[in-house]
């Protein structure tokens, strides 16, 4: 994609992604659902989830799958207010940008 992903961005659309599941998800998951919406590697998605957990937008636990630890995130309440906050200010920014586009003479 041409267009450069800032943080809030990609600190929303990790925040939705985590949300989708009440339980929480792991990870490699997250991964795997944000890269629907742009390309992001498995080493710029830890900063941010270490990050939103910092912030308290998510939580963080482990759970013992086949044997092994799977850590898990969960959206927390600061999370989901946040989320609803950049859901409002994208569909408002967007909303913008696609209109100076159709706008556009080609």
């Not at 609803?84 to 920014?93: D, G, I, Q, R």
Request: with cysteine; hydrophobic share 40%.
């Amino acid at each position: 994609m041409v267009f450069n992903t800032g943080a809030a961005l990609l600190d929303g659309i990790v925040l939705a992604a985590v949300s989708r599941e009440a339980d929480g998800t792991y990870g490699y998951k997250i991964t795997q659902d944000v890269r629907k919406a742009i390309d992001i590697s498995e080493s710029t998605l830890y900063p941010v989830l270490r990050r939103l957990q910092k912030e308290n937008c998510l939580e963080v636990y482990d759970m013992a799958i086949d044997g092994r630890n799977r850590r898990y995130y969960r959206i927390t309440e600061t999370g989901r207010v946040q989320l609803a906050l950049y859901k409002s200010e994208w569909f408002t920014y967007s909303a913008h940008i696609s209109q100076i586009f159709q706008e556009a003479k080609i």
